[in-house]
Nanobody, 115 residues
Framework: QAQLEESGGGLVEAGGSLTLSCTASGNVFAINDMGWYRQAPGKERELVAQIGSSGTTNYADSVKGRFTISRDNTKKTAYLEMNSLKLEDTGVYYC?????????WGQGTLVTVSS
């Protein structure tokens, strides 16, 4: 079993920045992919960014060039640096981690971008 704890969400003005963190704990010795999905009000959950154990990254087109995902395997932590935030980036951001073929999810952290 793995538990994921997220932090870093909040309220920010458009054009501002936030960094999300996601730390895995529990019986975790090898984490494959880590990343974030987000869900805006009235919309389906969508992939924002993911990073493999070797550092390979993948981003949604809407965040390319603005968001950067990274990870520290020694800390079992992934980071999502979000810059040039837009109103449409508002939503609940859910961290996930794939461990031994199973996906684990964080509780979600709210990011609100205001005008």
């Amino acid at each position: 079993q793995a538990q994921l704890e997220e932090s870093g969400g909040g309220l920010v003005e458009a054009g501002g920045s936030l960094t999300l963190s996601c730390t895995a704990s529990g019986n975790v010795f090898a984490i494959n992919d880590m990343g974030w999905y987000r869900q805006a009000p009235g919309k389906e959950r969508e992939l924002v960014a993911q990073i493999g154990s070797s550092g390979t990254t993948n981003y949604a087109d809407s965040v390319k060039g603005r968001f950067t995902i990274s990870r520290d395997n020694t800390k079992k932590t992934a980071y999502l640096e979000m810059n040039s935030l837009k109103l449409e980036d508002t939503g609940v951001y859910y961290c996930y981690a794939r461990v031994y073929g199973m996906d684990y999810w964080g509780q979600g952290t709210l990011v609100t971008v205001s005008s």
